[in-house]
């Protein structure tokens, strides 16, 4: 990559990252928060019916948002018309919900869900709207708007919804928390975009963005249905407190996922289209953002994987013990997940979004029988179906994205090993760490001590592991420091 291209694009990635850094450690603050002053049972509550609504939420913030920043032909009215058209579904979206809403209460024998449910339902509707309106300005690289509104949309939500819990509310804090954010935010976007939308019509118009889109929506349903099949199957063989459990330990690592892709996704895709007509240039790209963004990530997540059950412990307290060891599992499924990032950004940049479809499709039929066949009924057991079932979705994606780039299989299968050895070397090493002080010390000396030793030992594996990289990195900021 050229260097002023490189420098540019770090600068997006730096809006990006401050965005879904700034606006996912503002909501897990909260989130914490309302956790520790609620309960798991109200907690559980709270997380089960949010949880089925993202199904639907996540489906409208995707129906056009990837095709309206790749597409290189599109205009206003194109804008116009996916904002209507996706208004128009949030409602029929708020329908469906209102005719599940009884059936799901009797399935999971609760009466309090369906008032809980339909009032984050409609959150669908502002949620909408917001959701046109940051493709426009992701398209004009415009992340700096998008990372302000997150941000203070979301720190006024997370207040609100602290407040809420802490004047006893319960459960109706996080609803509070969804609908204050989700209002202010689009106020924010409405009054500060240049883009203006207005209602239109003739939608055939969005037939082509729609097949475009149609299997990224189908993933992402995928995905979502996915992720909130193992939250319904814990709430029916168990109850609204083991939901609880289940519930902070997912939303916790779900919440490092998104800080991680969200940031990178769609700064690589605006980058990785530019070059979509050469394959070869692509598949170096792709190859260059795998190393480092293993270099940067996964560190992290091993550190979860060691210190998970003191994190929760330090964050909400010993009555959530037994979401500590769910947290260290699904921080290893992540990385399993996120290896193939890159890849996937690639595949939809392409056109290939089906690819995604194929892979998530298989990781969900995987989960939904390994349910079926054994039946698990403890948190770990079930957090490790979710942690092993991506490497089905990384071999179908990673593969057809080496082919379409061009790349050789044998220096993809070394970067793999290497990123292998990378995670035992560290994992091993913070491992080490976090028992000696653990040992002698207690639970907050531990977690200093392992986190203040994860860099040190994440740099001395890559320079061990990517001497020549670690090299050229060094000669860069060097340079960069003259030329200042």
């Keep these: 990559m050229a260097k002023p291209a490189f420098l540019t694009a770090m600068r997006h990635v730096g809006w990006a990252g401050i965005e879904v850094v700034s606006s996912v450690l503002v909501s897990l603050l909260a989130l914490l928060g309302i956790a520790r002053l609620i309960g798991a049972t109200e907690f559980g509550l709270g997380v089960l019916a949010l949880g089925i609504t993202q199904i639907l939420g996540v489906v409208l913030g995707s129906l056009f948002h990837d095709a309206l920043v790749r597409h290189p032909d599109l205009t206003r009215r194109h804008f116009d018309l996916a904002w209507t058209a996706t208004l128009l579904l949030s409602i029929v979206a708020c329908v469906i919900c209102l005719i599940i809403a009884e059936p799901l209460a009797h399935y999971f024998r609760e009466t309090r869900f369906v008032p809980v449910f339909l009032t984050l339902a409609l959150v669908l509707v502002p949620e909408s709207l917001i959701a046109p309106l940051i493709a426009e300005r992701r398209r004009e690289l415009d992340f700096r708007l998008v990372t302000v509104q997150f941000l203070i949309a979301r720190a006024v939500g997370a207040l609100a919804g602290l407040v809420c819990a802490a004047f006893g509310l319960g459960v109706w804090s996080m609803v509070c928390q969804q609908w204050i954010t989700a209002v202010v935010g689009l106020i924010i976007l409405l009054a500060k975009s240049p883009y203006r939308p207005r209602f239109a019509g003739a939608f055939a118009d969005l037939l082509p963005m729609l097949r ?44 490092v996922q998104r800080t991680v892709t969200n940031a990178l996704y769609h700064v690589s895709l605006s980058h990785f289209s530019k070059v979509q007509d050469d394959h070869r240039r692509l598949g170096e790209l792709v190859r260059q953002a795998n190393i480092w963004f293993a270099g940067i990530v996964f560190p992290g997540l091993a550190l979860i994987c060691v210190a998970g059950p003191e994190i929760i412990r330090f964050l909400v307290g010993d009555g959530w013990g037994p979401a500590g060891p769910a947290v260290q599992v699904l921080a290893l499924g992540v990385m399993v997940q996120l290896r193939r990032l890159m890849d996937h950004v690639a595949l939809n940049a392409l056109g290939r979004s089906d690819v995604a479809l194929l892979a998530y499709g298989a990781e969900a ?39 379409l780039t061009e790349r050789r299989v044998d220096t993809e299968l070394l970067d793999v090993v290497r990123d292998l050895l990378f995670v035992v070397v560290i994992t091993g090493a913070i491992w080490w760490l976090h028992h000696q002080v653990g040992a002698h010390h207690g639970v907050l000396y531990q977690l200093i001590a392992s986190t203040l030793g994860t860099l040190p030992v994440a740099l001395a594996a890559f320079t061990l592991l990517r001497p020549a990289l670690t090299a050229s990195l060094f000669s860069m900021a060097a340079e960069r420091l003259r030329t200042q």
């Design 365 to 403: 039929a995987l989960a939904l029988l390994a349910l079926v066949a054994f039946g698990p009924v403890t948190l770990v057991a079930i957090a490790l179906i979710r942690a092993l079932q991506p490497i089905a979705g990384d071999v179908i994606i990673i593969a057809q994205s080496i082919r």
């Design 212 to 255: 475009f889109t149609s299997s990224i929506i189908a993933t992402q349903f995928v995905i979502q249905f996915a992720q909130r099949l193992l939250l319904i199957y814990i709430a029916r063989i168990g109850d609204l407190t083991l939901a609880g459990y289940w519930g902070l330990a997912d939303r916790l690592i779900d919440a």
